[in-house]
Antibody, heavy 121, light 107 residues
Framework: QVQLQESGPGLVKTSETLSLTCSVSGDSMNNYYWNWIRQPPGKGLEWIGYIYYSGTTNYNPSLKSRVTISVDTSKNQFSLKLSSVTAADTAVYYC???????????????WGQGTLVTVSS | DIQMTQSPSSLSASVGDRVTITCRASQSIVKFLNWYQRKPGKAPNLLIYTASRLQSGVPSRFSGSGSGTDFTLTISSLQPGDFATYYCQQTYSTPWTFGQGTKVEIK
């Protein structure tokens, strides 16, 4: 049974870079799309982007200029970097696997438990 | 971006009630609509994918229907563990987007 776990600093200073890692256990990363999603306090869920195990990425245009997602299949991990953060980037950040394929996506399953990142000066 | 609009934003219901939540897309998403349940402090849990397919392990009292722009999640007989927030999501085109959520509370 595949499990995902986010890790990284819970507090990031304004204008700096937020960095999170998602560790995947229980299955290979091969042939799947790996996603980052966030939810600011009191707001809705926002898809940040995905990375295919081979390295192909797709980012939400609203964040594209600041986002980098990378993968290290040898460590069974993928990572998120979000630059020039502001208070608006304070959120619970989740990683998740896309079930199915891009041509026939079947939702995100499973998800990590989520990690709260607070941006403050 | 495709906008997803859920209604209602919240509802109160009793154990045993039939509950229906709707989700409308701003354009056709064919059948690429997923439903999630989220309980406080926990990650979302996939209930339904491609509009009507029940995720493995999810109780059969959950069902989904719809196509095009209008979709429905139905809980046939609400159980105590079903009090949660429900989200729809389209995976028809990126950026994949979510509805704002429907909170199901105890009456």
């Amino acid at each position: 049974q595949v499990q995902l776990q986010e890790s990284g600093p819970g507090l990031v200073k304004t204008s700096e870079t937020l960095s999170l890692t998602c560790s995947v256990s229980g299955d290979s990363m091969n042939n799947y799309y790996w996603n980052w999603i966030r939810q600011p306090p009191g707001k809705g869920l926002e898809w940040i982007g995905y990375i295919y195990y081979s390295g192909t990425t797709n980012y939400n245009p609203s964040l594209k200029s600041r986002v980098t997602i990378s993968v290290d299949t040898s460590k069974n991990q993928f990572s998120l970097k979000l630059s020039s953060v502001t208070a608006a980037d304070t959120a619970v950040y989740y990683c998740a696997r896309l079930a199915g394929t891009l041509g026939h996506p079947e939702g995100f399953d499973p998800w990590g438990q989520g990690t709260l990142v607070t941006v403050s000066s | 971006d495709i906008q997803m609009t859920q209604s209602p934003s919240s509802l109160s219901a009793s154990v045993g009630d039939r509950v229906t939540i709707t989700c409308r897309a701003s354009q056709s998403i064919v059948k690429f609509l997923n439903w999630y349940q989220r309980k406080p402090g926990k990650a979302p849990n996939l209930l339904i994918y491609t509009a009507s397919r029940l995720q493995s392990g999810v109780p059969s009292r959950f069902s989904g229907s719809g196509s095009g722009t209008d979709f429905t999640l139905t809980i046939s007989s609400l159980q105590p563990g079903d009090f949660a927030t429900y989200y729809c999501q389209q995976t028809y085109s990126t950026p994949w987007t979510f509805g704002q959520g429907t909170k199901v509370e105890i009456k």
